[in-house]
């Protein structure tokens, strides 16, 4: 059974340019998060997705991020036009069910901006 | 402001003692508690888990106990290891299931 598996591990842009970082939550799985870490730094909670909804967007920045989680594929999350402030590490996680239970982290997709 | 928070910062045990690492929650309507394990480069990792209905559980050499009117929970990790040396956050949810995690701790044990 494949954990959550994000993809590209690194990814480095220019400032101005999109992102996109995608996620496969673990087989089964229909909950999906996507959170941002900075250095030193604990991690910080986006947004919440169910297949083709967005349950929760309260920690996503008003502009350039979006996130999807269509009815086939892979969660996606969009930064568009890139700055040096985005570069971190993001990390999506899996769950079963929603409120209360196990999430499963992948191992996160370091962006940088240069 | 920060709703969860951990202490110490950091900290070093020689192998074979107990590591404690603590934290604190504000969110009464918080009502699920992980600890994660994280190392460099990789993803956070659960470890263990608790809810308020209990005061205590353990997994191996890893222990949760909770304390619901202090609004505070520790991890006890038993006989460390220097493998065990890694960060380790605590986290909190609620009924809307978004994590809200602590900033982290960073775990060295000698040998």
């Known amino acids: 059974n494949a954990g959550v598996m994000q993809n590209p591990r690194h990814l480095v842009r220019r400032r101005g340019q999109e992102a996109r970082l995608r996620c496969s939550p673990m087989k089964g799985h229909s909950h999906v998060y996507w959170y941002r870490q900075l250095p030193e730094e604990g991690l910080k909670f986006m947004v919440y997705?169910?297949?083709?909804?967005?349950?929760?967007e309260s920690g996503m920045p008003k502009e350039r991020f979006s996130a999807e989680f269509p009815k086939e594929g892979p969660s996606i999350l969009r930064i568009q036009q890139v700055v040096r402030g985005d570069s971190a590490a993001y990390f999506c996680?899996?769950?079963?069910?929603?409120?209360?239970?196990?999430?499963?982290f992948g191992q996160g997709t370091r962006l940088t901006v240069v | 402001q920060q709703q969860v928070k951990q202490s110490p910062q950091s900290l070093i045990v020689q192998k074979g003692g107990i590591s404690i690492i603590n934290c604190a929650y504000e969110n009464t309507a918080f009502d699920y508690f992980p600890w994660y394990q994280q190392f460099p480069g990789k993803g956070p990792a659960l470890l263990i888990a608790?809810?308020?209905?209990?005061s205590e559980k353990k997994e191996g050499r890893f222990t949760i106990s909770f304390n619901k009117s202090a609004k505070q929970f520790s991890l006890h990790i038993m006989d460390s290891q220097p493998g065990d040396s890694a960060t380790y956050f605590c986290a909190a949810s609620g009924a809307n299931s978004k994590l809200t995690f602590g900033k982290g701790i960073t775990l060295s044990v000698r040998p």
């Open positions: 608790i809810r308020p209905d209990v």
């Open positions: 997705l169910q297949k083709e909804n967005i349950i929760d």
């Open positions: 996680a899996s769950s079963g069910q929603g409120s209360g239970t196990e999430a499963f």
